[in-house]
T-cell receptor, first 115, second 114 residues
Framework: AQKVTQAQTEISVVEKEDVTLDCVYETRDTTYYLFWYKQPPSGELVFLIRRNSFDEQNEISGRYSWNFQKSTSSFNFTITASQVVDSAVYFCALSENNAGNMLTFGGGTRLMVKP | DVKVTQSSRYLVKRTGEKVFLECVQDMDHENMFWYRQDPGLGLRLIYFSYDVKMKEKGDIPEGYSVSREKKERFSLILESASTNQTSMYLC?????????????FGPGTRLTVL
């Protein structure tokens, strides 16, 4: 069965520090998609990125970057030069090809960025 | 601007009451989902629907039912609320046809059952 593990339940950093959020997944499917979502204090989850299992290229979007490694079943998320507005709960999620549109979420990592 | 709305942000109910949580999306999405969010457990799928009048059980359907009479609306029903159903409830929707489609979420309903 599919599973997503976010071992870090809470991280606290000072503004401008770099921070990496870990995500490890388990799946038997060869075709799958990985997602990251951000949940700010307002509560609404916001989609950040999607990556399919055949594309291991790392991605960078501004201060955000993602490192996908199939060999270690990991899809880690790095925020460079963190800002207070990055404070949120971040969720990693997995969607398998044979599971319809269902997402399996990790437990989430609460990131607190202090000024 | 795409939107998923939920009927209430905060709700307080008594044990044994019947509770209705409503979700509406304006994106003409085929698929809709109900999750509950608890600290450390992430989001767990309660039910989902891929078409009007269709429903599928998720990981934790016990104690819940759903209704989808119109494409844009998906209701979660707690037949007899219990204290262990105190949680944050999140509704989401997505286009059908591909597992790569991201889900769009509503703001959540924080339900407290006393």
């Amino acid at each position: 069965a599919q599973k997503v593990t976010q071992a870090q339940t809470e991280i606290s950093v000072v503004e401008k520090e770099d921070v990496t959020l870990d995500c490890v997944y388990e799946t038997r499917d060869t075709t799958y998609y990985l997602f990251w979502y951000k949940q700010p204090p307002s509560g609404e989850l916001v989609f950040l990125i999607r990556r399919n299992s055949f594309d291991e290229q790392n991605e960078i979007s501004g201060r955000y970057s993602w490192n996908f490694q199939k060999s270690t079943s990991s899809f880690n998320f790095t925020i460079t030069a963190s800002q207070v507005v990055d404070s949120a709960v971040y969720f990693c999620a997995l969607s398998e090809n044979n599971a319809g549109n269902m997402l399996t979420f990790g437990g989430g990592t609460r990131l607190m960025v202090k000024p | 601007d795409v939107k998923v709305t939920q009927s209430s942000r905060y709700l307080v109910k008594r044990t044994g009451e019947k509770v209705f949580l409503e979700c509406v999306q304006d994106m003409d999405h085929e698929n809709m989902f109900w999750y509950r969010q608890d600290p450390g457990l992430g989001l767990r799928l309660i039910y989902f629907s891929y078409d009007v009048k269709m429903k599928e059980k998720g990981d934790i359907p016990e104690g819940y039912s759903v209704s989808r009479e119109k494409k844009e609306r998906f209701s979660l029903i707690l037949e007899s609320a219990s204290t262990n159903q105190t949680s944050m409830y999140l509704c989401a929707s997505t286009l059908g046809g591909g597992v790569y489609n991201e889900q769009f979420f509503g703001p959540g309903t924080r339900l407290t059952v006393l």
